[in-house]
């Protein structure tokens, strides 16, 4: 990938106001990142971050009473206040999303294989009989069993894992530049979601396409994508190469999320490590750092303003005043 290529999605100075029945709720903050054709990206953190809201801002899926500010550029052509009808000509075409839950993003009146033709026919133009032909391909891709038979069943009669394959061919359906996998392979078992990755990875690396990984699992992120941003509070707080991130945690967010989680070898009743509080309803977001109140590291000037983006690598940057304190070396090793 060149340095002077231009990215194929571009988010700049991204902000979501939400008007809620206790006031106005920054939602998102000042989020910014680039992606490039075949480029893959991580966003991580806890429920209530801003991961998928951020997801959401980008297929123009917004509650009605969201306030969009900033940037977000498909190719060069903005889309932030593009009408609706705009939107549903790129939705499931050149952008599209594996959403969370399989269950709830199938309808569960329409069988799979209408729901899988239906992008087909509406993007592209093909007939009913060369949609039904195409769809029933996907279907074999990601490893349904015998779908010219399964074609006409319905949602309910599937297991979780097949109804997520199902959901991964209907969004690859139309070939789209960017994919959105939204914790994919919540609910799953280990071996399964193993395989969804496994699949997702190759469809994405056969296609050219850029994807964007959400997840709160670290070991997830670290093995499938190039670049991550650890999100708290609705805005970035660390961003930089996987690699990078994970050898120099700078942010004491990110320090905390990689403390808490489960480590192979443990002996029997190691309590796990935990973050201190709980995060912030998105009305009651600080002025400043959103974590101050759970850092241990605060100051009185983390909660004057929001830190501004330091860069302690090259193309790795952490939010936050404290990092000459944050920066020491992480005693629990690497992610395994």
């Known amino acids: 990938m060149s340095a002077g290529e231009q990215p194929l999605l571009e988010v700049s100075g991204l902000g979501i106001r939400l008007n809620t029945s206790r006031g106005p709720a920054q939602a998102v903050r000042e989020v910014s990142f680039a992606l490039r054709r075949g480029e893959t990206l991580g966003i991580v953190g806890e429920s209530g971050c801003g991961k998928s809201i951020t ?6 899926l917004l509650p009605d009473n969201a306030v969009v500010s900033g940037s ?12 609706d009808a705009d939107y549903c000509k790129l939705r499931g075409n050149r952008i599209s999303m594996i959403f969370q839950e399989p269950m709830t993003a199938l309808n569960p009146m329409h069988t799979i294989g209408h729901q899988v033709a239906e992008p087909l026919v509406r993007h592209t133009g093909c007939s009913a009989a060369e949609a039904k032909r195409q769809a029933i391909a996907l279907l074999d891709r990601v490893g349904l069993p015998d779908p010219a038979r399964r074609y006409d069943a319905y949602p309910h009669q599937f297991s979780g894992g097949q109804r997520q394959r199902i959901t991964i061919a209907m969004a690859l359906a139309c070939k789209p530049d960017v994919l959105i996998a939204d914790e994919p392979t919540t609910a799953l078992d280990v071996t399964i979601q193993r395989q969804i990755l496994d699949l997702i990875a190759d469809l994405v690396a ?3 396409m850029a994807m964007i990984l959400i ?3 670290l ?12 999100m708290y509070g609705g805005t970035v707080v660390e961003s930089g190469t996987t690699d990078a991130v994970f050898s120099r945690m700078g942010h004491p967010y990110t320090q905390g999320l990689f403390r808490a989680r489960p480590r192979l070898g443990a002996r029997k ?3 796990l490590s935990t973050i201190a509080g709980t995060v912030p309803e998105l009305a009651d977001l600080p002025a400043g750092c959103p974590f101050a109140d759970r850092c241990a590291l605060v100051i009185d000037a983390c909660r004057a303003a929001l830190p501004p983006l330091i860069e302690i690598g090259t193309g790795h940057g952490v939010r936050c ?5 944050a920066l020491t070396p992480d005693p629990a090793g690497a992610v395994a």
């Open 321 to 325: 005043i404290r990092t000459d304190v």
């Open 206 to 208: 056969e296609q050219g």
């Open 72 to 83: 977000i550029r498909l190719d060069g052509r903005e889309l932030v206040g593009l009408p």
């Open 215 to 217: 997840s709160h699992d």
């Open 269 to 271: 009743g190691t309590r």
């Open 219 to 230: 070991g997830v992120i670290a093995e499938n994508v190039q670049r991550m941003i650890v």
């Open 55 to 60: 997801a959401l801002a980008l297929l123009g």
